[in-house]
T-cell receptor, first 108, second 111 residues
Framework: KNEVEQSPQNLTAQEGEFITINCSYSVGISALHWLQQHPGGGIVSLFM?????KKHGRLIATINIQEKHSSLHITASHPRDSAVYIC??????????WGAGTKLIIKP | DAGITQSPRHKVTETGTPVTLRCHQT?????MYWYRQDPGHGLRLIHY???????DKGEVSDGYSVSRSKTEDFLLTLESATSSQTSVYFC??????????FGSGTRLTVV
């Protein structure tokens, strides 16, 4: 069993829909990270969470430490949100345990 | 991101030749990492550094060496490049209580 599990693996939605990507982890973490990678592009860090909820524009990330679960939400999705979204568990040695990623496609 | 730069961005090299990739940061972060990204494998850690002259192996370190003689520079060397090392290489930095910042990547092709 992977230490960091993401779901769904692939997600296709229409522009404007509310998007949720889930991440469950089985390891102890110092923080949970959400990252974004556009096709052929670089990797951008979206959020680093150790508790609660964070919001940046149309993106919201939440974490439940007791349940070892985090979610990334996108409100009013847009085709430019199409990318691979990756969650990664950060350990106390500042290393990341990566999820497999969720490929998101937003259709106009 | 302006705080981290990788060079070169693209490189084609022949099998058996040495190759060095450079990662330079201006953030004064303690931690620096080298990852490779291949289809079907996601990001895999090659080596990382937790300070000047302090480095350790990641999960795919065979065939690679690193050096960090200054806080701002982390070099990845392929002593004798092989076709299996054709990949996209990402450098990343992190510091206490801050997230990760990734370089733009180096696309390396070994022919």
């Amino acid at each position: 069993k992977n230490e960091v599990e993401q779901s769904p693996q692939n997600l296709t939605a229409q522009e404007g829909e509310f998007i949720t990507i889930n991440c469950s982890y089985s390891v102890g973490i110092s923080a949970l990270h959400w990252l974004q990678q556009h096709p052929g592009g670089g990797i951008v860090s979206l959020f680093m969470l150790s508790s609660g909820k964070k919001k940046h524009g149309r993106l919201i990330a939440t974490i439940n430490i007791q349940e070892k679960h985090s979610s990334l939400h996108i409100t009013a999705s847009h085709p430019r949100d199409s990318a691979v979204y990756i969650c990664a568990a950060g350990d106390s040695n500042y290393q990341l345990i990566w999820g497999a990623g969720t490929k998101l496609i937003i259709k106009p | 991101d302006a705080g981290i730069t990788q060079s070169p961005r693209h490189k084609v090299t022949e099998t058996g030749t040495p190759v060095t990739l450079r990662c330079h940061q201006t953030e004064n972060h303690r931690y620096m990492y080298w990852y490779r990204q291949d289809p079907g494998h996601g990001l895999r850690l090659i080596h990382y550094s937790y300070g000047v002259k302090d480095t350790d192996k990641g999960e795919v370190s065979d065939g690679y060496s690193v050096s960090r003689s200054k806080t701002e520079d982390f070099l990845l060397t392929l002593e004798s490049a092989t076709s299996s090392q054709t990949s996209v290489y990402f450098c990343a930095i992190s510091g206490q209580a801050v997230g990760y910042t990734f370089g733009s990547g180096t696309r390396l092709t070994v022919v």
